[in-house]
């Protein structure tokens, strides 16, 4: 059995999981509860190799990262979709209104057939595994393209997948850009990509020539607002591991933070204290996470340089290395930033942190609102009216208030962008119908009153149902 689909072979593996799908129009509740299981077991049982080899595509990778963002955030989706799939599956009562009595009307959640993933490289098995499982649990067969970047990663899970998934249920596909274009162009049922907005708008595009529904998990600048009144030790407690797992290259990692003007400089400090306490040397120590590639390094470098050649101040939280080669990057601080260094112009991507002084929450608003929405945004206050005019006064794909990218990791809270951060969710049973048609069924017995309403028009039966309705 071939365990990674070439691009010869990707249009025979599409028609072959049409086919299949063909026949397994409604899967079970038990079928589909012994896929999830075969698929919780394929990472339970692998979990090391996993993060071995996550951490030869990253260079190195911590294992803790990947325990924390990859193995138990997709073990933990798996249990709360087995846990409730059976009521998701049920058909929804919905209500009939008395002139279209005697009737039913529910609404039954139906497989969409043939499911597109396109995974991104930052977290392999999570972003990968995670929408797998709601397509299953769902009832689809699915077809996942992976990124270029994490080879070793991509080969273990096909390797993993073939042995408990026929190609024509499941299939992972490998290759570079062109791979990726001819995988957007197939007639999905339904196309789901996570990464930067920019592919984002390509696979749209591909999707749209044959009317394939989209959910685009993407990204953006996600602001962190810190209240006055706030102490900044406790609010650096609370940002700081989301910003520094897996060095910063999380979709949903505090872009930059709008801080009191009178407390950066605190603020600058108790990110030193606490980033020194949980990595005491960055280039030396296996709980840091390399930066993916050489070129995602040096485009991290090019963000540094050109925001110090137009006037930022440079505040590295760790000794950095004079060895061009290391990929290991401490959480980097930016102050006296301005909206026209590429680092406030670009999502970030790495462990770089512009802080913005404000004098008045508005002022803070104000800029948020005139950006593109972003994928999330960060409250840190424990003053309610505070969290509540941050919270109605602007839009984001999801918010924390008083921690920071750990709503992902919910399983009932509904995850993705608005605007340019994406379209669509995900997780819990937002998720689950996402990846189903929510089909409507009206149904009537043997007794219908339809034929009161046949011509011809203006009788009085019509006259009283009119005046009983029209008001």
Request: charge should be neutral; proline fraction near 5%.
């Amino acid at each position: 059995m071939t365990e990674i689909i070439t691009q010869t072979a990707l249009n025979e593996t599409f028609l072959q999981q049409k086919a299949f799908f063909a026949q397994h129009t409604y899967p079970s509740y038990q079928e589909r509860i012994r896929d999830l299981i075969k698929l919780k077991a394929l990472i339970v049982d692998n979990q090391d190799a996993f993060i071995a080899t996550m951490s030869e595509d990253f260079g190195h990778r911590s294992a803790d990262d990947s325990r924390i963002g990859d193995i138990l955030t997709t073990v933990m989706g798996i249990n709360y979709a087995i846990k409730k799939l059976k009521n998701w599956m049920k058909p929804e009562k919905r209500h009939i209104g008395i002139l279209f009595q005697p009737a039913k009307g529910q609404v039954i959640y139906q497989p969409k057939g043939v499911i597109g993933i396109i995974a991104p490289w930052n977290y392999p098995v999570f972003l990968t595994l995670g929408p797998l499982t709601t397509a299953l649990a769902a009832g689809n067969t699915a077809m996942i393209k992976m990124s270029e970047y994490t080879t070793n990663t991509n080969s273990l899970l096909a390797k993993l997948v073939a042995k408990v998934f026929p190609s024509n249920q499941v299939a992972i596909v490998c290759g570079e850009a062109d791979m990726a274009a001819a995988f957007s162009a197939l007639s999905f049922d339904h196309l789901f990509f996570t990464g930067s907005t920019g592919v984002g708008k390509l696979v749209m595009k591909a999707a749209a020539e044959n009317l394939v529904p989209v959910t685009l998990e993407l990204g953006g600048k996600s602001p962190t607002i810190i209240d006055e009144d706030i102490d900044i030790k406790t609010a650096v407690s609370r940002l700081i591991l989301g910003k520094t797992l897996n060095s910063g290259q999380t979709c949903v990692a505090p872009d930059y933070i709008f801080c009191p003007q009178s407390k950066v400089s605190e603020l600058t400090q108790a990110f030193q204290s606490a980033y020194q306490s949980m990595y005491p040397n960055t280039l030396e120590n296996d709980d840091c996470t390399c930066i993916i590639n050489d070129g995602q390094k040096a485009r991290i470098d090019g963000l540094l340089t050109d925001a110090k050649a137009q006037g930022a101040t440079i505040i590295p939280l760790s000794p950095t290395s004079s060895d061009s080669a290391s990929r290991k990057m401490p959480l980097t601080l930016l102050t006296d930033v301005n909206d026209d260094m590429s680092v406030m112009q670009q999502e970030i991507f790495g462990p770089l942190l512009p802080i913005i002084g404000y004098n008045n929450i508005d002022e803070a608003i104000t800029y948020i609102n005139s950006k593109p929405r972003p994928l999330a945004l960060y409250i840190c206050s424990f003053n309610k009216a505070f969290q509540q005019q941050v919270l109605l006064n602007t839009h984001a794909g999801g918010v924390c208030i008083n921690d920071a990218a750990f709503h992902v990791a919910i399983d009932d809270l509904p995850f993705g962008g608005i605007g340019a951060s994406g379209m669509g969710q995900y997780h819990g049973s937002e998720g689950f119908k996402t990846f189903s048609h929510g089909k409507s069924v009206l149904s009537r017995g043997k007794i219908s009153l339809g034929t009161l309403l046949f011509p011809p028009f203006g009788n009085k039966i019509h006259q009283i149902l009119f005046k009983l309705f029209i008001r």
